[in-house]
C-alpha cells in the first residue's frame, strides 16, 4: 500500500468533519424541534409578538389603498369549494334561504339572512391580504361590521373571544377561526359579502368571509356559517382556537 | 519587547465574545428556519402585492424533472440541489431549498415560523444590547470607527493589494482591524443585521398597521421580503469570508481569542 494512500488528506478530513457537524446540527435541530418543553419556550414569543404589537397597534388601522393599487387577479388558497350538502343548497338558491347564526355569550341569539347583512350600514376597504406563505394580493372587500353585529346580539361581560364556524373542512375536520375581542370590534373587522365589487365568490368564501385586517390570511376564516361568543377556546375542536392552530401548531396570534 | 509578537495577550472583551456566539447560533437557525419558510412560496417579487399570478423576479421550483433557479431572465438547472432533491429517505422532493440546508429537514411552515419568530427577539434585542454597549464601552468609537485617513481610496488599496497577496500584519498591528475589516464588520453591524430586522418587521400584518411607514420605506410589502431575502444571502457571503479569513490568520489562535478572549500576538518576519 502506498503511503499516501494511508494519510487522510486535511482536506478529506475537514470535508468528512463539515458532514459529520452538519449532520449532528440537523439531527439535533430536529430532536429540538419535537421536544415539547422546547417547542413551548419557543411559543413564547407569541405573546411577546401581541403584547409588543397591541401595544403600539390597539386602534391602529391596516393600510387602505386605492383601485389603482389593487392585485389584477386574487389568489385564493385554503378550500376553495364547499362539498357539504346544506351549504350546495343554499349556494344553489344564491344563499336567499340562507341565515348566519350568532350565538353563544350573548343576550340575543340572532338568525341574520344575507339581506339584513346587506341592509346594515356597509364599510368598504381596500387591503392587503398577507398569507402566512409569504405571498401578498391587494383586493376591494365590504360588509357591516363585526362590531355592530355583536352589539344587535349583546355580548355578555363573560365573552372573551369570537369565534368563526365555517362550512368548509379538511377531512372531517370542520375549518373554524377566533379573535379576542380587539379585533372583533376592530373598524376594519367586517362581515365582507363583497369583494372586488361582486358577489364574494365561492373560492374566496361565499356567502360571508371574515376580514381580520391586522393578522395573517389564515384568520379570516371564509365560508363563515355562525358566530359564537365564548369564554375560553379551550374546550372547542383542538383547544387552540382554529383549525391551522389545532392541526398544525400555527400561532393563534398571526400579526406577525 | 511590545511590538515583538509571540506574547499572549488581552483582545476581545466578554460582551463581545458573547454577543458573537450567541449571534453565530442565531443567525445559523435564522438562515435555515427562513429557508424553509421561504420553501412555502418560493417566489420573489418587488412593489406591495405578489402572489402566483404576478411576475417574480426570482423562483426556485421543479420543472419536469428538474430543479431550477431563475431570477429575471436567467435560468439554471439546479437539480438535486435547488427545486428537485432526494431527502434522507431516498424520496424526490419538489420544495426549493433541499432538507440539509432547513430547519425542520422535513417540510413544515408552522415550525419554522416557531423558531424564525422566536430567534428573531435574539437576534433583535442582542443587537440592541450590544450596540448600546459597545457605544458606552468605547468599543464603537475605539475599534469600528473608520477615520478621515482610512478612507482614503489609497489606504482602502492599498489594504486589498496585501489581502490579496495574503499579507497579514503581524505584531501589534493585529490587534487594531485595518479598513477593510471595519467595512466588513461596521458593514454588517451598522447595515445588513438592521436590515435583516427591519425587512422582517416590514412584512408583519400587525406591525404594517402601526407603522405604514416601515413598509413605505422600503416601497411595499413584497420589496421588503426580497430585501429580507437578498440581506439574508449577504450575512452568508459575509460568513463565508470571515471564516476564510480566520482560516488563513491562524484558526486555532482567532477561535481561541472569541471564546477565552486571550490572543497570541503572531511573531514579527525574521523573529
Redesign the interface.
Given at each position: 500500500m502506498k503511503r499516501h494512500e494511508l494519510v487522510l488528506s486535511r482536506r478529506k478530513l475537514l470535508g468528512a468533519g463539515a458532514l459529520g457537524a452538519g449532520g449532528l446540527l440537523l439531527s439535533g435541530c430536529d430532536r429540538l424541534n419535537s421536544s415539547p418543553g422546547f417547542r413551548s419556550l419557543l411559543s413564547n414569543a407569541e405573546d411577546m409578538h401581541m403584547g409588543s404589537q397591541r401595544l403600539f397597534n390597539r386602534n391602529a388601522l391596516a393600510r387602505e389603498y386605492t383601485e389603482a393599487d389593487m392585485s389584477p387577479r386574487f389568489r385564493a388558497n385554503g378550500n376553495r369549494g364547499v362539498t357539504d350538502a346544506a351549504y350546495r343548497q343554499a349556494f344553489a338558491g344564491d344563499f336567499a334561504d340562507w341565515a348566519l347564526v350568532v350565538d353563544g355569550a350573548v343576550s340575543r341569539p340572532l338568525q341574520l339572512p344575507l339581506a339584513a347583512l346587506q341592509s346594515m350600514p356597509q364599510r368598504e376597504q381596500i387591503t392587503r391580504h398577507d398569507c402566512v406563505e409569504g405571498w401578498s394580493a391587494i383586493g376591494k372587500w365590504q360588509g357591516p361590521q363585526l362590531g355592530r353585529v355583536l352589539e344587535m346580539a349583546g355580548l355578555l361581560p363573560s365573552a372573551r373571544y369570537i369565534v368563526f364556524h365555517c362550512a368548509d373542512s379538511f377531512g372531517s375536520t370542520p375549518y373554524y377561526e377566533s379573535i379576542d375581542l380587539v379585533d372583533a370590534f376592530h373598524p376594519q373587522t367586517i362581515l365582507a359579502w363583497r369583494m372586488n365589487g361582486q358577489m364574494l365568490p365561492e373560492e374566496h368564501g361565499a356567502p360571508v368571509r371574515a376580514r381580520i385586517e391586522r393578522q395573517l390570511g389564515y384568520k379570516h376564516a371564509k365560508f363563515v356559517m355562525r358566530i359564537e361568543a365564548r369564554e375560553g377556546i379551550s374546550g372547542l375542536y383542538g383547544g387552540k382556537g382554529g383549525y391551522w392552530e389545532d392541526a398544525s401548531d400555527y400561532a393563534w396570534y398571526a400579526g406577525i | 519587547m511590545s511590538g515583538r509578537g509571540g506574547e499572549l495577550i488581552k483582545r476581545h472583551r466578554l460582551s463581545t465574545r458573547i454577543w458573537h456566539w450567541t449571534n453565530a447560533v442565531t443567525l445559523?437557525?435564522m438562515l435555515?428556519s427562513g429557508l424553509m419558510?421561504?420553501n412555502?412560496?418560493p417566489?420573489l417579487y418587488w412593489g406591495?402585492?405578489?402572489?402566483?399570478?404576478?411576475a417574480a423576479w426570482l423562483e426556485i421550483g421543479p420543472v419536469g424533472n428538474e430543479g431550477r433557479l431563475k431570477i429575471g431572465s436567467m435560468v439554471v438547472e439546479t437539480t438535486g440541489v435547488l427545486g428537485r432533491w432526494e431527502d434522507q429517505d431516498g424520496n424526490i422532493q419538489r420544495r426549493a431549498f433541499p432538507?440539509?440546508s432547513t430547519?425542520?429537514?422535513?417540510y413544515?411552515?408552522?415550525?419554522a415560523?416557531?423558531?424564525h419568530?422566536?430567534f428573531?427577539?435574539v437576534l433583535a434585542l442582542g443587537l440592541l444590547a450590544y450596540l448600546l454597549w459597545s457605544l458606552f464601552n468605547g468599543h464603537l468609537r475605539r475599534d469600528i470607527h473608520i477615520t478621515g485617513r482610512e478612507w482614503r481610496p489609497s489606504h482602502i488599496w492599498h489594504d486589498v493589494k496585501e489581502h490579496a497577496r495574503l499579507r497579514f500584519p503581524t505584531g501589534e498591528a493585529t490587534l487594531r482591524y485595518n479598513v477593510l475589516q471595519k467595512l466588513a464588520y461596521a458593514g454588517v453591524i451598522f447595515v445588513l443585521l438592521p436590515l435583516v430586522i427591519v425587512t422582517g418587521l416590514a412584512?408583519?400584518?400587525?406591525?404594517?398597521?402601526?407603522?405604514?411607514w416601515i413598509?413605505g420605506v422600503f416601497g411595499g410589502?413584497?420589496t421588503a421580503?426580497s430585501i429580507h431575502f437578498i440581506v439574508a444571502f449577504a450575512l452568508v457571503a459575509f460568513f463565508l469570508v470571515h471564516i476564510a479569513m480566520v482560516v488563513l490568520a491562524g484558526p486555532f489562535n482567532e477561535v481561541r481569542s472569541m471564546i477565552t478572549g486571550r490572543y497570541r500576538l503572531p511573531k514579527e518576519k525574521g523573529e
Open positions: - | 445559523l437557525v435555515m419558510i421561504f412555502a412560496h417566489r406591495e402585492y405578489g402572489a402566483n399570478y404576478d432538507y440539509w430547519i425542520p429537514s422535513r413544515s411552515l408552522s415550525d415560523r416557531l423558531w419568530l422566536a428573531a427577539w412584512m408583519s400584518p400587525g406591525t404594517d398597521a402601526w407603522a405604514h413598509t410589502r413584497q421580503r
